[in-house]
């Protein structure tokens, strides 16, 4: 990367090609405590904006999606700049339950029927593949964020009952996922649950979000990537050879490509439909390691909304759901006692042993998609710019794909699923 002198940042000249991209709501990410953020660990060193850049790739965003796309770019040899408002490691990332699932939001069985088996299976085994990349990237790197292989219990609910986890278990199994279906009293052996049955699955992970972010940050930062905020990139003008970036600094930045891995933040620059943002609220318990379900396995049903669970290291049962419409921060921020206590009496009655009284609760902006599905790719109408819309219950499974597919799209290579998770 090379520093340019200092002159207006704004690319004023090219104003009939710029994009402004200020949030088209002004959202606050995220409130309270989340239980990773309790260790008070420092975020990864950045600093300001003080002169123009020039620079392979600019990646807008300090979070997770910010740090996979990164370090996939450094992997290819480019030289990376990165810009954050608020700081690395400071949005949604830190809020995340960080549930490293294979299990797409929607199941197998109605995906298939909204956009084709085929297609279906491809989503789905990609998400798969997502979650092994990200455990052999962090053994890799030999970071330490507390990762652990686990199975998944999908138990039954009003979306799926005990026969659609039937047939939704037989449709894995055909394209070859580690998924079967249990009965009751194996369910029961496995989590203390008692329920008719299960889908268990193995493939999955769990992870402490924060750690895993500011260890991809360190990282990437000591293989050369450059850290700055607070900056605010505040427009984007696609020229013919470079796209320049205007910030709230005043400097600009002339990048090859520039990556979107603004998180919930949405803009005017990217609005695929069938993309919302909703609240959604969690809470970590205090650590009980002797009261745990015997497999620690990571627990979701197949409700909307879904109540979902998983244990920390130190023993905390970590739990989330009960999403709701985003109406604005303020009214999210003053639900989380009456949101929590629901949570917290719904965990009660799935896992009697444990106590569920919250040490820690949280609330955050949450985005979903019709289909489950992220939206990775190329911006339409904007050359050379490329967006992470991690959007759904997997969005860190989907942040690691997406390193896959932009870091290729900025190489010139194609990608098998780019048909699936296109912006278009
Ligand atoms: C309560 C909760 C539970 C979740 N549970 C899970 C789970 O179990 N499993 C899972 O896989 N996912 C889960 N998710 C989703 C997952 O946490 C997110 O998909 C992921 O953290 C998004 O990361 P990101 O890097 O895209 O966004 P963020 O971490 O929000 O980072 C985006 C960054 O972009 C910056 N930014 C935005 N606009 C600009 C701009 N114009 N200029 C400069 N900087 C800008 C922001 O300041 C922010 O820091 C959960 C999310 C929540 C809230």
Not at 366 to 392: D, H, K, N, Q, W
């Amino acid at each position: 990367m090379a520093a340019v002198p200092p002159r207006a940042g704004r690319a004023k000249s090219n104003r009939a090609a710029l994009h402004a991209i200020d949030a088209i709501v002004p959202l606050k990410l995220r409130t309270g405590v989340p239980v990773w953020l309790a260790d008070g660990a420092r975020a990864p060193a950045s600093t300001a904006l003080v002169a123009n850049l020039k620079v392979d790739v600019a990646v807008i965003g300090g979070g997770i999606s910010g740090a996979l796309v990164t370090d996939a770019l450094l992997q290819a040899g480019l030289s990376v700049a990165v810009f954050d408002r608020i700081g690395f490691v400071r949005g949604s990332t830190p809020a995340s339950t960080a549930m490293l699932q294979f299990e797409i939001d929607q199941p197998l069985t109605t995906l298939g029927q909204r956009i084709g088996t085929a297609r279906a299976a491809r989503a789905w085994w990609r998400s798969a593949s997502g979650v092994a990349r990200l455990q052999a990237r962090i053994a890799d790197l030999g970071l330490r964020c507390d990762f652990r292989e686990r199975h998944t219990a999908y138990l039954p609910g009003t979306v799926l009952d005990l026969a659609g986890l039937r047939r939704e278990a037989a449709a894995r199994e055909r394209i070859g996922l580690r998924s079967v279906l249990i009965d009751r009293a194996a369910l029961l052996g496995l989590t203390g649950i008692d329920k008719p049955g299960a889908i268990w699955s193995a493939g999955s992970a769990e992870v402490d979000p924060a750690k895993l972010a500011r260890g991809l940050w360190r990282s990437a930062a000591k293989r050369g990537a450059m850290l700055h905020a607070p900056v605010e990139v505040i427009d984007i003008a696609p020229g013919k050879r470079r796209v320049t970036l205007g910030t709230d600094t005043g400097h600009g930045i002339s990048a090859g490509s520039v990556v979107l891995a603004t998180g919930y933040a949405l803009t005017k620059l990217l609005k695929p439909p069938g993309y919302r943002i909703i609240s959604t609220w969690a809470m970590a318990t205090a650590p009980q390691p002797d009261a745990l379900w015997p497999s620690r396995c990571l627990i979701w049903e197949a409700s909307d909304p879904y109540l979902y669970c998983r244990t920390m290291r130190d023993g905390r049962v970590v739990a989330g759901g009960e999403d709701a419409a985003f109406e604005d921060d303020a009214k999210r921020d003053a639900l989380i006692p009456a949101k929590v206590a629901r949570i917290g009496r719904k965990l009660q009655r799935l896992l009697p042993m444990i106590d569920t009284a919250a040490d820690f609760a949280w609330a955050g902006c949450f985005g979903e998609s019709s289909t489950g599905l992220p939206a990775i790719g190329a911006v339409p109408g904007a050359p050379r710019c490329y967006a992470v819309m991690g959007f759904g219950g997997n969005g860190i499974t989907f942040s690691a794909i997406a390193a896959e597919m932009v870091q290729r799209a900025i190489l010139g290579l194609p990608d098998p699923d780019a048909d699936l998770f296109g912006l278009g």
